[in-house]
């Protein structure tokens, strides 16, 4: 099966920096993906990662290490709508084409 | 870009009767379309995976007869809860691989759903 953790809270203030870590246990890993999810609503897609590496996207940034099955979204200068859940998933080789395996999911709070 | 809509957003039914909830992908054409089913604060739980012009496959314990799927059309994927009990009170939510470079999902906007 396919194992992928990441914690469950996390807060920061306004401005700040904040790395949310996803770690994963898969065979045949064939991508990964960040999603940003607000309360009652549908899950958006950040960023996807398939080589090692930083993916910088305007004020996010997700990383990837293959080796270590290990990956980190990054979220600066931090804005109080970036509260919300962020969802780390994998894509795996041999499965439906599309079908993800979704983390738990970070509620991020970020505070004035 | 690509938008798949969810039809109801909300509904409020009776326990024992059944519920059917749609879902359309409106730019594209999507052969498999994907079912979650997401509890408070949890993630997203994949029920099944919608197949266009075949059956659904299910994820390990979810009751087949119970969550019916049926994949019409290149374009529409209807999840019907049958004789649904307070405890399939939850967000469902539906979606589509979008064929670009990522291949990334497309979500619905979810449905809530709760029985009385």
């Known amino acids: 099966g396919q194992n992928i953790d990441q914690p469950t809270e996390m807060t920061a203030t306004e401005g700040a920096i904040v790395q949310i870590n996803c770690t994963y246990q898969?065979?045949?890993?064939?991508?990964l993906f960040w999603y940003q999810q607000h309360a009652g609503e549908a899950p958006t897609f950040l960023s996807y990662?398939?080589?090692?590496g930083l993916e910088e996207k305007g004020r996010f940034s997700s990383f990837l290490s293959r080796s270590k099955g290990y990956s980190y979204l990054l979220l600066k200068e931090l804005q109080m709508k970036d509260s919300a859940s962020y969802l780390c998933a994998v894509s795996v080789r041999g499965s439906t084409l599309g079908r993800l395996y979704f983390g738990r999911g970070t509620q991020l709070t970020v505070w004035p | 870009g690509a938008v798949v809509s969810q039809h109801p957003s909300r509904v409020i039914c009776k326990s024992g009767t059944s519920v059917k909830i749609e879902c359309r992908s409106l730019?594209?054409?999507?052969?498999?379309m994907f079912w979650y089913r997401q509890f408070p604060k949890q993630s997203l739980m994949l029920m099944a995976t919608s197949n266009e012009g075949s059956k659904a496959t299910y994820e390990q314990g979810v009751e087949k007869d119970k969550f019916l799927i049926n994949h019409a059309s290149l374009t529409l994927s209807t999840l019907t809860v049958t004789s649904a009990h307070p405890e399939d009170s939850s967000f469902y939510i539906c979606s589509a691989p979008s064929g670009r470079l990522y291949n990334e999902q497309f979500f619905g906007p979810g449905t809530r759903l709760t029985v009385l």
């Open positions: 898969t065979s045949g890993f064939n991508g």
């Open positions: 990662n398939v080589l090692d």
């Open positions: 730019d594209f054409q999507a052969t498999t």
